[in-house]
């Protein structure tokens, strides 16, 4: 399975972005979804995930109410709308992966089979 993440860029606190994690993969709705960042200097931080069927969702509690994921089982892609972005959400955001079978799975990353190259996301203030 190959992931491909798009839709980073630099925007302005306050401004929203929509990040696209594609697959290679028909079968991609198997799978749950998890979005991680990076920053420099900084350890990689669970962001959210997305179950297989779209409707069990988990959110970091630095996005909760800010940022939601869904999934287009069509288009073999799931998003991460990202609103009231601030300096801090700057990172490298990676989509990723798996058949995880727990909730307390999503946010740890070896969980995750496969992993997109990740795409940049900068907020100036």
């Known amino acids: 399975v190959q992931l491909q993440a798009s839709g980073g860029g630099l925007v302005q606190a306050g401004d929203s972005r929509r990040l696209s994690c594609a697959a290679s993969t028909p079968f991609f709705g198997s799978y749950t979804v998890g979005w991680f960042r990076q920053a420099p200097g900084k350890e990689r931080e669970f962001v959210t995930g997305i179950s297989g069927g779209g409707t069990n969702k988990i959110y970091a509690d630095s996005v909760k109410g800010r940022f939601t994921t869904s999934r287009d089982h069509a288009k073999n892609t799931v998003y991460l709308q990202m609103n009231s972005l601030k300096p801090e959400d700057t990172a490298v955001y990676h989509c990723?992966?798996?058949?995880?079978?727990?909730?307390?799975?999503?946010?740890?990353?070896?969980?995750?089979?496969?992993w997109g190259q990740g795409t940049q996301v900068t907020v100036s203030s």
């Open positions: 990723a992966a798996g058949f995880l079978y727990s909730d307390y799975e999503y946010p740890k990353p070896d969980a995750y089979d496969y």
